[in-house]
T-cell receptor, first 112, second 110 residues
Framework: DGGITQSPKYLFRKEGQNVTLSCEQN?????MYWYRQDPGQGLRLIYY???????QKGDIAEGYSVSREKKESFPLTVTSAQKNPTAFYLC???????????FGDGTRLSIL | GIQVEQSPPDLILQEGANSTLRCNFS?????LQWFHQNPWGQLINLFY???GTKQNGRLSATTVATERYSLLYISSSQTTDSGVYFC????????????FGGGTRVLVKP
């Protein structure tokens, strides 16, 4: 089946620890995105990438890092610099240009 | 940056009722999407509608770009329509970055 796979579904982080969230798509989409959702709120853009080996900061990039070494993969690292990482993280992808975005099922990150 | 406001913030419906959700945005946009987030957090595409009207079953949407608003209509609501409805707008010439509204939380009672 074609789609966007995020893993794990639930993740726990200790203080001072970096964690990496996985996002893989087999839709052959050029562009990929990471969003953060806090309880009761809409989504906010963290990072996005329109092409392999290139990515741009979104509205809330501080404390996060990404890489785009392969077209189908766009992992997000939540670093220890992110002081309030507890949130629901959603990955999306789209065909390049003005095309609709499609979302994965998300990863819920909590602090231990 | 662009502001996206959705109304009402909360909506309680009796099963079978009709309703209208509104999305206002503060500047010109390239495109607009409506999503439904179910209780498990999954975000489902409903419409990709930069202008005009589209229908999909009991749902329809209208975007009037010149007046900077979009409407989502739910007819004959069902309990499975419960969840949060988001509109998101695309701005900028490079890439389709989405800016989301705060959502409308819908509860359909049997």
């Amino acid at each position: 089946d074609g789609g966007i796979t995020q893993s794990p579904k639930y993740l726990f982080r200790k203080e001072g620890q970096n964690v990496t969230l996985s996002c893989e798509q087999n839709l052959n989409h050029d562009a990929m995105y990471w969003y953060r959702q806090d309880p009761g709120q809409g989504l906010r853009l963290i990072y996005y990438s329109q092409i392999v080996n290139d990515f741009q900061k979104g509205d809330i990039a501080e404390g996060y890092s990404v890489s785009r070494e392969k077209k189908e993969s766009f992992p997000l690292t939540v670093t220890s610099a992110q002081k309030n990482p507890t949130a629901f993280y959603l990955c999306a992808s789209s065909i390049k240009g003005h095309q609709p975005q499609h979302f994965g099922d998300g990863t819920r990150l909590s602090i231990l | 940056g662009i502001q996206v406001e959705q109304s009402p913030p909360d909506l309680i419906l009796q099963e079978g009722a009709n309703s209208t959700l509104r999305c206002n945005f503060s500047d010109s946009v390239n495109n607009l999407q409506w999503f439904h987030q179910n209780p498990w957090g999954q975000l489902i595409n409903l419409f990709y509608i930069p202008s005009g009207t589209k229908q999909n079953g009991r749902l329809s949407a209208t975007t009037v770009a010149t007046e900077r608003y979009s409407l989502l209509y739910i007819s004959s609501s069902q309990t499975t329509d419960s969840g949060v409805y988001f509109c998101a707008v695309e701005v900028g010439a490079a890439g389709n970055k989405l800016t989301f509204g705060g959502g409308t939380r819908v509860l359909v009672k049997p």
